[in-house]
């Protein structure tokens, strides 16, 4: 999920922030944690995703200022100590433009970035980074002041090493190749709900299934869809049960047959046994609901919601906490 200053999605953060009493937040930062928590400092209040690297043994975290950190868990790593984050990527050919959602391509030792402007949505364009040196791989531009205002939000990657981004603004999804070369957008009238207020957060949450298909969601419909790359990107409507999934943001693929998707509530553990032309919400999981989860993530087989929001001063301190469907 990204925000931008006077858009409706900004003007709802504020007004979910401003609406909670700052009593039951304070008791929320106060109360025992039922669940594993991994605290770790930053010098931000935004973390827009994080995911797990476990070659690295970390977490990699996206700025909404713009940027990457890293987030490292050593192997004698003691529950309730914070982590520290350092900074791995401030690309300043990329200053002015917050770093979104991310993807850990660990077959060829990278990490694929989305970077897009909050502002204006007059660009949008993913980078690779190497794993080990931090050296940019590519840097390639979706969208440019000239084209149609477009949001790249959330990004996946096939086996091929082929990516796949999300428009939130735009309703499409850009594929880049392995090396960063530009190939094509998929488009389809799936994508645009008739409502105009369910058009205004669109694309979001993005991964690829084993099986040759992408699954993504639609934030403000809750629809949510299959593109088979084996047929030229045919879409479907994955026919959903059991619960809407309306506000649903990054999402993780934890087995061929069930997902994780960060949102709200803090996340929805979804089903399918028939290769996802429909599935079902089995399970909920309540979070820190003002801290806003983002993204999900799984550690050594466990789920882990990032949120967005940090707590504290000069220091802020945010928050990975595994849910427990």
């Given at each position: ?19 909670i ?28 995703c994080a ?8 977490f ?100 091929d090493?082929?990516a ?20 094509s ?66 999402l ?23 290769g ?50």
């Amino acid at each position: 999920m990204a925000l931008r200053f006077c858009s409706p999605r900004f003007l709802v953060f504020v007004f979910v922030v401003s609406a909670i009493p700052i009593a039951y937040i304070i008791s929320e930062e106060r109360a025992e944690p039922t669940n594993h928590v991994f605290h770790y400092h930053s010098t931000g209040f935004f973390r827009e995703c994080a995911k797990w690297d476990d070659q690295g043994r970390r977490f990699l975290a996206s700025f909404l200022e713009g940027g990457v950190g890293e987030i490292h868990v050593p192997k004698d790593y003691t529950p309730g100590v914070v982590l520290q984050e350092t900074t791995v990527v401030k690309d300043f050919e990329l200053a002015g433009n917050s770093s979104l959602g991310i993807a850990v391509d660990s077959p060829r030792n990278r990490l694929l970035v989305v970077s897009a402007d909050l502002l204006r949505n007059k660009y949008s364009a993913l980078a690779a980074y190497d794993l080990s040196t931090w050296n940019r791989l590519f840097l390639t531009q979706l969208s440019g002041p000239n084209d149609e205002k477009s949001f790249a939000d959330d990004v996946a990657v096939d086996a091929d090493g082929n990516a796949y981004v999300t428009d939130a603004k735009g309703s499409k999804i850009w594929k880049v190749g392995v090396n960063g070369e530009f190939l094509s957008v998929i488009r389809n009238p799936l994508f645009t709900p008739k409502e105009w207020y369910k058009t205004l957060v669109a694309l979001n949450g993005i991964v690829y299934h084993p099986d040759g298909y992408l699954i993504v969601i639609h934030t403000f419909s809750g629809n949510l869809f299959k593109i088979d790359l084996h047929r030229g990107g045919e879409v479907k409507l994955i026919g959903v049960n059991g619960d809407s999934l309306v506000f649903g943001d990054g999402l993780e693929l934890i087995s061929p047959t069930k997902l994780v998707v960060a949102g709200n509530p803090s996340g929805r553990l979804v089903e399918s046994s028939d290769g996802w032309e429909t599935a079902s919400v089995v399970a909920k999981y309540k979070g820190p609901a003002h801290r806003i989860s983002t993204a999900a993530t799984v550690k050594d087989g466990k789920v882990y919601l990032s949120h967005l929001v940090g707590m504290g001063y000069p220091k802020k301190t945010h928050a990975l906490v595994e849910a427990v469907f």
